[in-house]
């Protein structure tokens, strides 16, 4: 009785013996590796066909060269290809394997049998988180498609893993309002809390700096301080630019103001809760009495409006725990790297470094002790990366209805406020704030609108003039 699967050979690859698969493997020059396969593993027919290149190479084939692999999958797909099957078993057990099996109802064809890797297409921007650009995205729907195939002769079909970057980007930019003013009050507040926390300062004479391992073995630098606030204005530098000329900038602007909005509420917390002693006998800091509220409230708008910055002539003591500059330079160096193409290497690097000479500065200045800077960046890079783990994998719109997403209502409700319309993580895409027909645009309203102007005074003088000579 003949075998109900046949390719147009001579003999059917399911009876194929490994005597049979020596013979294959000599036919196509690879006869090398016929006594691992067909001597050692027994490969026959029905094995070669449920052979997948991870097989080849991984344990316990292990082959060691990418060109034979290449060639063993390429003319196992073709014998796939070739094979011509109406046993439901057969396509079943296989299928189970290699997927070599679709139903017509995803493929469009029922005579071929296709075979589906499973490999993953990242652009070269987002390589590092195995995503696919939209560019990539259009190739991916291609390759997703009934025509998608790698080739035209061994039919191989590629099915892609879905892409994670975000189909919805409203700006929503009321939204980003809404974290500017959420952002600039933590900041009045955080003023507010050091004008408390300096009258609270321990005194020198009876709380003497405590050990701490780097600051008694870093020598003191007195212009360090300085050096910090320079690289973090550096680091702000960037990061408004590259706001600025996002296309998604809104986007971006309002997560920046809400995370760090959220990490200096949480210090003005930990500053009020335990007041450290002074770190460096070289500060000079006294509990400062101000007396009345409408004293504590004039320093605290002296703090606010220079940013809590020492170039900008302001000193405070007490706010030790967690160090705002570590805050700063780890906050800007994160959104940098995160919304930059990935191919600027040289940027993200150039970031760092700033980054990681701000907090030695900070220590060499023995203005905050070692756990203040280490509390600093695990929080700030803690909820950084928690933020983004949620929205890059769409908790909020993809668990909707789930016991998760009231979860991440509960426990971050800023978080679900602001992502509440964005399902997925967002594409790096540049482009002018103003292009040239913006700008275009503006010069013709501000024509016409001068010229309406214009039009009108002289209409009035006019009219002046002919009631004068009519009297």
């Given at each position: ?12 690859v ?6 049979h ?5 000599t ?10 396969l067909?001597?050692?593993h ?6 070669l ?27 196992i797909?073709?014998?796939r ?9 057969v396509?079943?057990c ?25 490999l ?38 590629v099915?892609?893993?879905?892409s ?14 809404v ?22 300062v321990?005194?020198?004479n ?37 706001v600025?000329?996002?296309?998604h ?7 920046f ?31 400062r009495?101000?007396?009345t ?7 605290a ?16 003591c007490?706010d030790?725990?967690?160090?705002g ?16 193409s ?28 070692s ?6 960046f ?5 909820l ?5 783990t ?17 979860r ?12 509440q319309?964005?399902?997925?993580r ?30 009108d ?11 004068k000579?009519?009297t």
């Amino acid at each position: 009785m003949p075998s109900p699967c046949h390719p147009p050979g001579p003999s059917p690859v399911l009876q194929w013996t490994p005597s049979h698969v020596r013979s294959w493997l000599t036919g196509l020059g690879l006869a090398k590796y016929s006594k691992q396969l067909c001597d050692q593993h027994r490969i026959d027919g029905p094995a070669l066909l449920m052979l997948q290149e991870e097989d080849l190479r991984q344990p316990p084939l292990s082959l060691d060269i990418l060109g034979d692999i290449k060639h063993l999958s390429y003319h196992i797909n073709a014998l796939r290809f070739d094979l011509q099957c109406s046993d439901q078993k057969v396509q079943y057990c296989l299928s189970k394997q290699s997927s070599i099996f679709p139903s017509p109802a995803h493929t469009g064809d029922s005579s071929p049998l296709l075979r589906s890797n499973s490999l993953a297409s990242t652009s070269s921007d987002d390589s590092s988180y195995g995503l696919a650009s939209p560019m990539g995205r259009h190739k991916d729907q291609q390759a997703n498609s009934p025509r998608g195939l790698v080739c035209s002769s061994c039919q191989a079909q590629v099915h892609l893993p879905k892409s994670n970057l975000a189909t919805i980007l409203n700006p929503e930019r009321w939204k980003t309002a809404v974290a500017i003013l959420y952002a600039l009050s933590v900041s009045w507040l955080t003023a507010l809390t050091m004008t408390v926390v300096h009258d609270r300062v321990p005194d020198m004479n009876k709380y003497p700096p405590l050990p701490d391992i780097i600051l008694d073995n870093v020598p003191h630098i007195p212009w360090a301080f300085e050096m910090t606030e320079v690289t973090g204005m550096a680091l702000l530098s960037i990061w408004i630019l590259v706001v600025l000329f996002h296309k998604h900038r809104f986007i971006i602007a309002r997560r920046f103001f809400s995370i760090a909005g959220t990490i200096f509420l949480l210090r003005c917390i930990t500053m009020l809760i335990t007041s450290l002693s002074v770190p460096g006998v070289h500060l000079d800091c006294k509990p400062r009495p101000y007396g009345t509220w409408a004293n504590r409230l004039y320093n605290a708008y002296i703090i606010w409006s220079g940013a809590g910055m020492s170039l900008q002539g302001v000193r405070t003591c007490g706010d030790y725990m967690f160090s705002g500059h570590t805050v700063s330079l780890t906050l800007l160096n994160f959104f940098i790297t995160e919304y930059t193409s990935r191919r600027i290497y040289f940027l993200h690097t150039f970031t760092w470094v700033l980054s990681c000479f701000g907090v030695f500065f900070i220590l060499a200045a023995h203005e905050h002790y070692s756990i203040d800077v280490f509390v600093a960046f695990y929080i700030t890079s803690r909820l950084f990366l928690y933020y983004h783990t949620l929205v890059n994998n769409r908790a909020v719109t993809k668990y909707q209805e789930s016991f998760d997403a009231k979860r991440t209502w509960f426990y971050f409700p800023l978080f679900s406020f602001f992502e509440q319309n964005i399902d997925g993580r967002i594409p790096n895409e540049f482009q002018l704030p103003l292009t040239p027909q913006d700008v275009k645009n503006m010069f013709t309203r501000l024509e016409v609108s001068l010229r309406t102007r214009f039009e009108d005074i002289t209409k009035k003088r006019n009219e002046k003039r002919r009631e004068k000579k009519r009297t």
